[in-house]
């Protein structure tokens, strides 16, 4: 399965974002897809997951309230809203799939990856 995520850029505090991340090559409804960044000097950690059966979603605490992963079937498409940016939002955010995977924050559990996209919060 590929993944391809994009939307990111440069937005200011309190901006939003929309980033997408499409899903292609196998059967899109049989994958968790998950949402990673990285900022620099850090390691790659969890954002927000989706599960295979698109009803469980899950955020990591510090982007409780703020951000929401939604999916379409339909496009093949997991989205990851992004409002109330702050600078400690900011690096390179990748999409994962897990195949039947409850798209829960164990990142050894997803196995494919996109190429990610930068976002950039300025205070």
């Given at each position: 399965?590929?993944?391809q995520a994009f939307g990111g850029g440069l937005v200011q505090a309190g901006g939003s974002l929309r980033l997408s991340c499409a899903v292609s090559g196998r059967t899109f409804s049989n994958y968790a897809v998950g949402w990673f960044r990285q900022a620099p000097g850090k390691e790659r950690e969890f954002v927000a997951g989706i599960s295979w059966t698109g009803t469980s979603t899950y955020n990591t605490d510090s982007v409780k309230g703020r951000f929401t992963i939604s999916g379409d079937n339909a496009k093949?498409?997991?989205y990851l809203q992004m409002n109330s940016l702050k600078p400690e939002d900011t690096g390179v955010y990748y999409c994962a799939a897990d195949r039947k995977g409850s798209g829960g924050s164990r990142i050894h559990e997803y196995a494919y990856w996109g190429q990610g996209t930068e976002v950039t919060v300025s205070s």
């Open positions: 399965v590929q993944l093949n498409a997991v």
